[in-house]
């Protein structure tokens, strides 16, 4: 029920001595859909310990036992990892792995935990209770107030004349007005955007499907690469084409003789979902008629990994290119510190970091004034030589790029990542967001 509109009555009636109130707040757990799965398969870590139990290694683990359960097996002290072995940190009974399931999942001790985990969510709830008093009861209030309401009746015939009208109090809460509202992923990207634009930038656009050539081969990322397997990427049947021959050749010969091993036509034409927006950078360096230019791109991204509550499936990259002869590493750093500046962050700092397209590279650091610490907010660095020339025969081409949704999340003080895509209107009506 919704409480509103009752509220102004009530607290009008509490003023005069008519009615009592008193109230009581609750909190509860719920489980997200992340903990009725372990409730159901049970939890990572216990299927770790078991599987240490019985003797089996890192290979026979599933990707969220790998990702979670060894971490907090680890953290319970519950296994011990030897030479790259798991081993059991100590003997627990049936009896006592049952235990601590169940006292871990009814969330009687571990509520912060389980929703630090994402496995459960906190709601808070207020029961007000409203009891007449004695002066309440011996009351007549029939007809006792004057008219609540002046009508355009009333206006037009000049009847408001006559009567006496109940005083209003504007302090009283009354019911929020229903009204749409923009999400905050898109009024961060619209943002973004005009960012961008006023800093000279074209946007790239393109769709979410791209061939491995694109969002692999051209970027100079091994073919043997891990971030290719099932695990990272994901894979849809049927190929995609490959473009013209020549660019093809160039990219062949980078791969072949900087990473040494023969190149397969057929592993390029893989059609995959697009990993990065990097993959439109690609494309665009590769149809680039002249320099300078300069580009950005605000798109989603997808990734074959267990969600949790900082991580996604799909997401959403923001980058910038910039290609010119003349451009230097001092130019980046330059251009990096207007776009964070616009952003409305006053303190930036870079630290040398580690890209496989871009060398040399950083880290982009941004004060958060209200958590008092650095939080590292994206990525930048000089294209490498293999990734530039074969696209677009020049060099250098400057490029950075950060996730949305985590900055996002940061800034608006949220605990769980998920919460941007819940659709929970509550949450949306009063979501603010400080770009």
């Known amino acids: 029920m919704d409480p509103n509109p009752l509220m102004r009555p009530a607290v009008s009636l509490e003023e005069k001595g008519l009615v009592r109130k008193s109230v009581e707040s609750s909190n509860s757990l719920s489980f997200t859909a992340e903990g009725e799965k372990y409730l159901k398969d049970g939890l ?16 026979d683990l599933a990707p969220d036992e790998k990702q979670f359960g060894i971490k907090w097996a680890k953290e319970k002290g519950l296994i011990l990892i030897q030479q790259g072995k798991l081993a059991p940190a100590k003997k627990l009974s049936e009896g006592e792995i049952e235990r601590y399931s169940g006292a871990y999942l009814n969330g009687s001790a571990n509520g912060a935990e389980l929703v630090a985990r994402g496995l459960a969510s906190e709601k808070s709830s207020k029961e007000i209770t409203l009891e007449i008093t004695g002066k309440g009861a011996a009351a007549r209030l029939a007809g006792s107030e004057g008219e609540t309401q002046l009508t ?26 229903q009204m749409g509202k923009i999400h905050p992923i898109t009024h961060a990207m619209e943002r973004i955007r005009r960012i961008f634009a006023e800093m000279g930038f074209e946007e790239m656009e393109g769709g979410y499907v791209e061939s491995a050539f694109w969002n692999f081969d051209a970027l100079f990322q091994p073919q043997d690469h891990p971030a290719r ?29 900087g990473w040494g091993c023969k190149w397969s036509e057929k592993e390029a034409k893989k059609r995959v979902l697009r990993t990065h927006t990097t993959a439109l950078s690609a494309r665009t360096l590769a149809s680039m008629k002249s320099t300078p230019k300069k580009y950005f791109a605000v798109g989603r991204v997808f990734r074959n990994e267990a969600t949790d509550f900082k991580h996604l499936a799909e997401f959403h990259q923001v980058e910038g290119i910039l290609a010119w002869e003349g451009a230097t ?4 750093l330059g251009m990096l510190r207007e776009f964070y500046s616009k952003l409305g962050f006053k303190k930036i700092r870079f630290r040398p970091s580690y890209f496989p397209y871009t060398e040399p590279s950083l880290e982009i650091e941004v004060y958060f004034e209200e958590k008092k610490q650095w939080i590292e907010l994206g990525g930048a660095g000089i294209m490498r030589p293999e990734v530039s020339y074969p696209l677009a025969g020049t060099y250098p081409v400057l490029a950075w790029g950060l996730s949305l949704e985590r900055p996002l999340m940061m800034l608006m003080g949220l605990n769980d990542i998920r919460t941007f895509y819940k659709n929970e209107l509550g949450w949306l009506k009063q979501a603010k967001v400080k770009l």
């Open 44 to 59: 990572p870590e216990i299927r770790v310990y078991r599987k240490a139990l019985s003797g089996k290694g890192m290979p």
């Open 152 to 177: 355009s009746e009333m206006l037009r015939t000049g009847a408001w004349k006559g009567k006496q009208f109940k005083e209003f109090d504007v302090t009283v809460p009354a019911r929020s007005a």
């Open 229 to 257: 397997e099932l695990a990272d990427t994901f894979y849809l049947e049927g190929e995609e084409p490959l473009p013209e021959k020549k660019l093809m050749e160039k990219v062949k010969e980078a791969h072949e003789k």
């Open 329 to 332: 590493f001092r130019d980046l």
